[in-house]
């Protein structure tokens, strides 16, 4: 059984000197209209309006639902997407040739970020950037951005995109990066994907619609018109705890013949639901456990890996658990996941991600609050929690 700091001193040696490279400031500023001095038409600095390219325009147009979203100002939009595309217009067709396939059979550990504040509630980019480094020196093999555990559905659009901007400029093609694009309106979804992948996300994450409570076509047409809408891998997320409903397993072999569908996020917790995906779909899709407590059994199956919250707190021991199981390590795989099985239950003493949060901030890497309607763990579950992860060897 290796100690996890053993792990993280392995990984650097495996994995060498991890700098990022990273442009401009540590953290986009408060206010975006300091990009230029003046402003012209659709916010966009005076003086710089013919620097974009039609590809960036258009695909500007195609976001005009951010223009008109609650608490942001058409300035700070318009210059955010200069930004934006500025960045990431002229090397997105040559990232997303480069990085499609190697997402689309990916294996392995993928954190699903935490999206760090400051006690203001704004997001924290230098810790973010702390934290992706951190997960990259762990060996980590993939980072999940804008999911249910970042917090997405709290903050704007703009900040989401700032996220996914700041996120893909640290990581800089080092791992995949994979970004929650979901909603429950397909014309938004498709709006937000669009984006994601002119930014240089190499995959997205569709999560089924909820309250909408859509029928089985419904719920395959939403699926399938966002994937067809875009040209990167875009995988399903089926969390009926979240959404009130689930997908059922024939929409989801429906889907798996889709040419841009490449796996699943199976968060149910229902092995005998994820059994029967595995049966019904071919060896090119990917079956991701999304509740690390059955990570292994859902390997087992024939799992492509797992889209982890427990990988915030122990990153390397989450990627080594996985790589034991592919590389044909089970009975080491099995012995540190149940040596870590009591830690992964109490991230969810609470609904995800009070528990991580305080975990993490427990272990003194400053991820803040969450944002409302979310709130402070209780007092007897922050002690079970600390008592947890005491006995982990993290405190």
């Known amino acids: 059984m290796i100690p996890e700091n053993e792990i993280e001193a392995r990984m650097r040696r495996d994995h060498g000197s991890r700098r ?33 390219s039609a590809g960036a325009l258009s695909a500007y147009r195609e976001l005009r639902f951010l223009h008109g979203c609650r608490g942001v100002k058409e300035l700070s939009v318009g210059a955010c997407l200069y930004r934006l595309f500025c960045c990431f217009n002229q090397r997105t067709k040559r990232k997303t040739e480069d990085t499609h396939m190697k997402f689309e059979h990916l294996q392995g550990s993928i954190v699903a970020m935490v999206t760090p504040f400051r006690q203001d509630g704004s997001v924290n980019f230098d810790m973010l950037t702390e934290l992706l480094e951190r997960q990259i020196a762990a060996g980590t093999d993939g980072i999940l951005t804008l999911g249910t555990t970042g917090e997405y559905s709290t903050m704007s659009h ?16 080092r791992v995949p990066v994979m970004v929650g694009s979901g909603s429950n309106c397909t014309v938004t979804q498709i709006e937000k994907s669009r984006l ?46 979240r959404t009130g409903c689930s997908i059922p397993v024939s929409v989801v072999e429906r889907l798996a013949r889709h040419p841009n569908i490449a796996g699943i996020k199976e968060a149910s917790g229902d092995m005998s639901y994820a059994m029967k995906i595995a049966r019904c779909v071919g060896p090119d899709f990917a079956l991701y456990s999304g509740n690390d ?27 080594q658990i996985v790589a034991d199981w592919l590389d044909g390590n089970h009975a ?50 922050a002690a079970t929690l600390r008592r947890t992860l005491e006995e982990a060897g993290l405190l």
């Open 158 to 173: 703009e900040e989401d995109a700032a996220v996914v901007e700041h996120t893909i400029r640290v990581v800089d093609g």
């Open 332 to 381: 080491r795989a099995l012995e540190n996941h149940l040596r870590y099985l009591q830690l992964m239950n109490d991230l969810f003493l609470e609904v995800n991600p009070i528990p991580v949060k305080a975990a993490m901030n427990m272990m003194g890497l400053d991820v803040g609050p969450m944002r409302l309607p979310l709130c402070e763990m209780g007092e007897a579950n």
């Open 196 to 241: 994601y992948q002119s930014m240089g996300a190499d995959a997205l994450l569709l999560i089924s619609p909820y309250y909408n409570k859509a029928n089985a076509e419904g719920m395959y047409r939403h699926f399938a018109e966002t994937a067809d809408a875009v040209d990167i891998p875009c995988i399903l997320y089926n969390v009926p705890g």
């Open 20 to 52: 990022a490279r990273i442009v401009g400031e540590a953290s986009p500023p408060n206010s975006l209209v300091r990009y230029g001095q003046g402003v012209g038409p659709w916010g966009i600095p005076t003086g710089l309006s013919a620097e974009f």
């Open 293 to 319: 407590d059955i990570t292994v059994p859902i390997l087992s199956i024939g799992g492509s890996g797992v889209i982890s919250v427990y990988a915030n707190v122990m990153p390397a021991m989450c990627r």
